[in-house]
């Protein structure tokens, strides 16, 4: 079991041209069976590197990738996670934490990895698969009404991911005759939770917005502090082109005021309340 889940990650992890080259051998090198000179490749760069290099993430987690049992894969992946959260490698580390506690049966090790992707890095490259295990772990739990709504968001996110997209496509085969049996038998519509945007019907709400910008880093770095300060916010791409960053829908404008008096104390930017139709 334990080789087969390194050997899935090997094969789950995309090779990039911005990849240091050593270490896209060690992967090549693990791919083909020669872990143990793959290890070795791995092991010199973490000696000749600092834990301040601008590289070392990467580092670690190759380490992850060519570790050969589960526990070491594990104890890289989650050290990339927690000191290097900031890099381009965290959230793919994540991930791997997530699939390696789905493979040990380990479901909440699923969602506590996979919700930080969903909730803290809203513009990951691995989203859709952060989607695709939770909503697994959901299902195996017994809780359709959620594990098809992860379903649909990953199918929704997969892009060109064409085999993702096909494998939560599967699972949504089902999900429509799951949902629709529990909607006859508790009388209530079941579109939310498929993952299929509920019917706009107009009503007004009140939201803070806290940030307009064009860069996804910075939105991802205003997603991140709202979350940091208990804040859930939302992100999307306005008719303008701008990433705008908002937080709440309320029905009283005063209940928006109060927000927004909060959350001049924790930004630098001059948030303000904006009405939007649902």
């Known amino acids: 079991m334990k080789r087969w889940v390194l050997t899935a990650l090997l094969g789950a992890t995309p090779l990039s041209a911005q990849q240091d080259s050593l270490l896209l051998e060690a992967v090549r090198l693990a791919t083909e069976g020669q872990s143990d000179s793959a290890r070795a490749v791995v092991q010199a760069k973490l000696r000749a590197a600092s834990p301040s290099d601008s590289g070392y993430a990467e580092i670690l987690f190759t380490a992850g990738l060519v570790s050969d049992t589960a526990a070491i894969a594990a104890r890289f992946f989650r050290q990339v996670s927690i000191e290097y959260s900031e890099s381009t490698w965290a959230d793919r580390a994540l991930l791997r934490l997530a699939q390696l506690a789905y493979a040990q049966g380990d479901l909440d090790g699923v969602r506590r990895s996979a919700e930080r992707i969903l909730l803290d ?100 770095r205003v997603m991140r502090a709202l979350s940091a300060a208990g804040h859930e916010a939302r992100v999307f791409r306005d008719e303008d082109g701008l990433l705008k960053v908002r937080v709440g829908a309320f029905r009283r404008r005063r209940d928006a005021e109060a927000l927004l008096r909060e959350l001049r104390e924790l930004v630098p930017a001059d948030p303000f309340i904006v009405e939007e139709r649902r």
Do not use: H, I, K
């Not at 199918?155 to 993702?164: D, F, I, K, T």
């Not at 005759?177 to 579109?191: E, I, P, Q, R």
């Open 121 to 220: 890095y809203p513009f990951s490259p691995v989203r859709a698969q952060a989607a695709f295990w939770a909503g697994r772990t959901e299902l195996d739990r017994g809780n359709p009404r959620e594990g098809c709504r992860l379903m649909a968001q990953a199918n929704e996110e997969a892009g060109e991911n064409v085999e993702l997209a096909n494998r939560a496509a599967f699972y949504l085969q089902r999900c429509s005759v799951v949902l629709s049996a529990l909607a006859d038998s508790t009388g209530t519509a079941g579109t939310e939770a498929s993952g299929q945007a509920p019917t706009r019907t107009g009503t007004r709400v009140f939201a803070v917005q806290v940030a307009a910008v064009s860069d996804p880093g910075a939105a991802d």
